[in-house]
């Protein structure tokens, strides 16, 4: 009888672990669908596109399409203003995010809960009511159509959420380390970068490429803040492909499919050091 219950169990576990891997592969399908078919459509003809459907695989591969997009939005440039501007927003955030959780979460300022809650609410602000009084700035200080402006908005947008995460984190520290320091004879500064710097700082890895790929995918603001075609990022030269009455399907596909390629390798060179500090969150 042990023996009939043992293989029953044995049976299920299997067809369990069958069933398991049958709903991970529909999901992992479902969530590569819309890049095949992006990649299918960027390498076919307006003509193959328009005689066939979505779906249907090019009869012959169409590469004019991403030499269309390629020099039509001076795709270079794009590359380069959002490579700079979100990779000086993934630095300046983190840090900016670390010293304001440090005085919040370490210092113990007065009214620490109020702060932090007003962090979490601008978190939540959408950015149409934003957009008037960053514009009216931008303009007072001569910041129009220029890309600092980005980075300054962002970097402060960025590191209000950087600032709720840190400061919840260093809200636990233990206070035993920090008091073992300061009988050492360290200062604030000293605690901040040989105590708290080198704990925090697989968290801070994560912040920096979220940083970088939030802003990096950013549009309205760029939109409206960047004028002129130098200083415009890869969102809005994505944009300019769309007309009021006409759309180029396959180059279109293909722009998306160019403009995702350099996130795309930031991810692969930088998962493991995203790996590992969600993983190093979770244990401390």
């Known amino acids: 009888m042990s023996d009939t219950v043992l293989r029953k169990d044995r049976f299920h576990r299997g067809a369990g672990r069958w069933v398991v891997l049958a709903v991970v592969g529909l999901f992992a399908l479902a969530m590569v669908a819309p890049f095949l078919l992006m990649v299918i459509n960027a390498f076919k003809s307006p003509a193959d596109y328009s005689g066939g459907s979505p779906l249907s695989v090019p009869k012959q591969i169409y590469t004019d399409g991403l030499a269309y997009f390629w020099q039509r ?24 995010s670390l010293l304001n959780a440090y005085a919040i979460g370490v210092g113990r300022i007065r009214g620490r809960a109020w702060i932090v809650a007003v962090f979490m609410i601008a978190n939540m602000l959408p950015q149409e009511g934003l957009i008037y009084p960053l514009f009216t700035m931008a303009q007072k200080i001569g910041l129009t159509d220029n890309p600092w402006s980005i980075v300054i908005i962002f970097t402060v947008i960025q590191s209000a959420f950087g600032t709720y995460l840190l400061s919840s984190v260093l809200g636990t520290f233990p206070r035993a380390l920090l008091e073992a320091a300061e009988l050492d004879g360290a200062g604030r500064w000293q605690i901040l970068w ?24 950013e549009f309205f603001i760029p939109l409206v803040m960047l004028t002129s075609n130098d200083n415009q990022t890869v969102p809005i030269a994505l944009s300019s492909l769309q007309g009021d009455r006409m759309l180029d399907v396959p180059t279109l596909n293909a722009g998306a499919l160019v403009s995702l390629v350099p996130t795309f390798l930031f991810f692969l060179f930088f998962q493991r050091t995203l790996t590992r500090g969600v993983t190093a969150g979770a244990v401390k």
């Open 73 to 96: 939005v001076n795709f270079p440039v794009k590359l380069w203003n959002s490579i700079w501007t979100s990779a000086l927003v993934a630095v300046a955030g983190t840090l900016l």
């Open 194 to 217: 040989r105590v708290v710097y080198p704990i925090v700082r697989p968290t801070m890895a994560v912040l920096a490429i979220f940083f970088f790929i939030w802003t990096w995918n």
